[in-house]
Each structure stands twice: as structure tokens, then as C-alpha cells.
């Protein structure tokens, strides 16, 4: 939600009012909510994102009264339905998260299968085994742009652009890879409480 800043609760309100929160019952138990149910805040500027984990057969519904609340209360807001590509625990698995680092971006045709493989097989097991990463996780967008996000759930914000995390960024794939990308955005997030 570009602009603006939602309180955890305030989220979840939202998500009442789509009648979301029974589907998010469906999925998941106390301990689990705070994966399947994730507020973050943008740190430049106002802006949050709710993530909510899916994957029932009411899914599909729930994000349409989703979408649809969500655009009458706030026009420039955005409800998209993202898939689950690849999981990767972190170095800092078990500690909580307090930032959220996402990297959303499109890529040259020409070029998705190496993206894809170099995401996969070096670039997010790379940064998921940098001390204070608790998780990665790739989602696509099959039906709209950016593509591809890339989350990293991070217990310290020092864990993002320590010397391990650059070394990873600094690969010769790495460096063959991110000259495809296109509409990249990346915005660091503060994990709502």
C-alpha cells in the first residue's frame, strides 16, 4: 500500500472486512501466524505490505474480497496473488525477524532460465546463509509485473550489506545475471510488531 503505514492490527482489521480472516484461520494455528500472516513497513518512506500465505481452495476467492476492499479504501493500492518458488531456511533460523529486505524485479526473456538457475542454485541459499538471515523466500507474480520477489527476513538490519552478503552480490554469475533485470525495485522493510 503505497502512502501509507498499517498498524499489524489495522491489517488485520483490513483483512476482517474481506472476510479474509476465516480463510487465514484455515491455514493456520498460533504458532504459525506470524509466517502465513507478515506486516512490514517500507523505512524511506510510507508504504506496507501484507503478506498472506495461501494455498486452500478458497485462496483464490479470499484475495478477490481482498482485492476489492482493499481498492475501495485505499485507490492506489495494489492485492496481488504471489506462488511460493523456493524456500530457504536461514543462518539465523529460530530468531526472530525484525527487517524484511525485498527485491522485486522483471527479467529479459532471453535470460529467465539463467536468472531462475542462478536464484536458485547460488544466489538464495548465498544470502540465506549469511549470519542474521532467518529466511529466503522467491515468489513469482504469474500474471503481472515485477515478476519475481525475493524476501529476505533478516534479525538485523547489520546482516543486510555485512561483508558476507557482499561477497555473495559479488559473484561473476551474479555479475552475468543482474544486467537483465528490468523495473527492479528494492526496499528495505521494519517487520510490524
Same mark, same amino acid.
Given at each position: ?14 483483512? &476482517?472486512? +474481506?472476510?479474509? %480472516? ?25 508504504? %506496507?505490505?501484507?503478506?498472506? =500465505? ?18 475501495? =479504501? ?12 523456493? #524456500? ?37 541459499? &548465498?544470502?540465506?546463509? #549469511? ?38 552480490? +559479488? ?18 522493510? %521494519?517487520? +510490524?510488531?
Amino acid at each position: 500500500m503505497p502512502d501509507h503505514t498499517l498498524t499489524r492490527a489495522q491489517a488485520i482489521a483490513l483483512c &476482517g472486512s +474481506a472476510d479474509i %480472516t476465516e480463510h487465514i484461520a484455515e491455514v493456520v494455528d498460533d504458532r504459525a501466524a506470524a509466517r502465513c500472516f507478515h506486516v512490514v513497513h517500507a523505512v524511506e518512506h510510507a508504504e %506496507t505490505y501484507i503478506y498472506v =500465505l495461501g494455498g486452500t481452495s478458497t485462496h483464490a476467492l479470499a484475495v478477490e474480497r481482498l482485492r476489492k476492499t482493499v481498492q475501495a =479504501l485505499y485507490p492506489t493500492a495494489d492485492v496481488t496473488s504471489l506462488e511460493v518458488c523456493q #524456500v530457504v531456511p536461514g543462518a539465523s533460523a529460530g530468531l526472530a525477524g525484525a527487517w524484511h529486505y525485498v527485491v522485486e524485479t522483471d527479467v529479459k526473456p532471453q535470460a529467465e532460465n539463467d536468472f531462475n538457475d542462478w536464484y536458485q542454485n547460488e544466489h538464495l541459499p &548465498g544470502l540465506a546463509s #549469511v549470519p542474521g538471515t532467518v529466511l529466503a523466500v522467491r515468489l513469482k507474480n504469474p500474471q503481472g509485473s515485477p515478476r519475481y520477489h525475493a524476501c529476505y527476513l533478516l534479525h538485523t538490519r547489520e546482516a543486510f550489506g555485512s561483508e558476507p552478503w557482499l561477497a555473495v552480490r +559479488a559473484t561473476d554469475w551474479a555479475s552475468q545475471v543482474r544486467p537483465n533485470f528490468m523495473n527492479t525495485k528494492r526496499t528495505m522493510f %521494519t517487520v +510490524a510488531g
